[in-house]
């Protein structure tokens, strides 16, 4: 049965969790209720997940810890902002805790979650929302193409 390398296509059941226990995301609920398919090492994951599947075949399983530096990096204070209330698009009144899709200047859209609200402004926490967190992954390798 063939292993795992660098340009492989593969297709995992994932469960990711925090230290606390706390499951951020699966593949068998939420949001993505189907398993994960991608090349490895195009980038289209992070790097920590990609290097852990090398070496494995189909129904293998395995239970692995991505260091925050692998993951999102660690949390950084600089990327809370204040930004004037005027630069929001028409919407939805503004509240803590609320995330938004911003574009950066690379146009990529990132989630930015409102930690405060002010008369006149906004403060953005543009971090990464696992930014500063260790990750736990148990994935079932389901095919290698």
Known sequence: MARITKGKKVSLDYEGRLEDGVVFDSSKHGDHSHPLEFEVGSGRVIKGFDDAVIGMKAGEEKEFTIKKEEAYGEYRAELKQEIPRSALPEGPEPKAGMALIMQSPDGQQRPV??????????????????????LIFKIKILKVE
């Open 113 to 134: 979650k409102i930690v405060e609200v002010k008369a006149e402004s906004l403060v953005l926490d543009m971090n990464h929302p696992l930014a500063g967190k260790n």
